[in-house]
């Protein structure tokens, strides 16, 4: 199994931000009704199949809340859980558990909620097939790092991590410079020597313009699988192509078939359901 890593100094800046939220205020119920000292052990628990994401998160928050809190992991990230499985356990001071609480599992199960989603997605890729499914900046604004994370415990790749990581030129690009050629040479000027120059076409007629001026990668935009397959055909390796725009998980198996490198999923990300991820304490 891959292993994954994810910066704490990534993690720590979203977990302050919502713990903080949460927590501005203290925790009215919790100091009103929980004894100081009362100690108490606590299972997070699938409620449904999910691939696990997002243990360090968990962790991290509860140990910003009270460093005394024990915390164990019964499966790590990118393991398939059925519904009953325990995937982490805290022990400590009732009162920084329950304090915790909401801010963990709101993260963690987005976290495995996005795996969960990308893992369907990568299954549906047929066996020998050299499509990748990739993500998009479809992400929620803040969690971004959590999220791309996550797709990549999924099975998935991430895209360009922001506007700086690579020349992506898009439709409204192309219409403010006035061509795909003009864009692309202005793109090929301007940018490092390190970047990589996508451009996004949405007809054949476009992507041979693209592919005449030597860009590296193609999105191809909403074209349906035939179109998907004569650009395939066209393009005969001299450019990455990426399928993009309307993906559903039943056309996955099908462009992946007719050769596309790369689908792009904003599904992943932008519209994906929490996974449901409960904590229970132990009588």
């Known amino acids: 199994m ?42 997070a628990v699938a409620r449904g199949p999910v691939v696990v994401c997002g243990g360090v998160v968990f962790a991290r928050v509860f140990s910003r809340i009270d460093p005394g809190l024990q ?13 009953g499985a325990c995937l982490w356990t805290v022990r400590g001071r009732a009162r920084s558990i329950l304090m915790g609480e909401r801010v963990a599992l709101n993260l963690v ?25 990739t993500d998009t ?26 506007l700086g990581a690579a020349v992506l030129i898009k439709d409204n690009h192309i219409a403010a410079c006035g061509g795909v050629r ?15 120059i996508e451009c996004e076409v949405d007809s054949l007629a476009q992507l041979d313009e693209a592919l005449a001026a030597g860009v590296d990668i193609v999105l191809l935009d909403n074209m349906p699988t035939a179109m998907v397959a004569d650009a395939v055909a066209r393009t005969r390796g001299r450019a990455v192509l990426e399928a ?26 932008h519209s994906v359901p929490a996974a449901d991820v409960g904590l229970d304490f132990e009588s």
């Open 2 to 43: 891959r292993v994954f890593e994810l910066p704490l100094v990534l993690v720590d800046r979203v977990v302050g931000i919502a713990i903080e939220e949460d927590l501005a205020s203290g925790d009215l119920t919790t100091e009103a009704c929980v004894d100081a000292g009362t100690q108490a052990v606590a299972r």
């Open 71 to 83: 915390i164990e992991v019964h499966l790590p990230d990118g393991t398939r859980a059925e519904a």
């Open 109 to 133: 199960q987005r976290m495995c909620g996005v795996a969960t989603q990308t893992r369907t997605y990568v299954d549906a890729i047929p066996a020998g097939a050299k499509t990748r499914i």
């Open 137 to 162: 900046r479809k992400t929620t604004p803040g969690l971004r790092a959590l999220e791309r994370y996550a797709v990549r415990v999924g099975g998935g790749h991430n895209h360009r991590d922001d």
């Open 182 to 196: 003009a864009t692309v040479e202005r793109a090929r000027a301007a940018a490092p020597h390190t970047a990589k």
């Open 244 to 269: 993009s725009g309307g993906i559903t998980l039943a056309r996955v198996a099908e462009l992946a078939k007719v050769g596309v490198d790369a689908i792009s999923v904003g599904a992943l990300t």
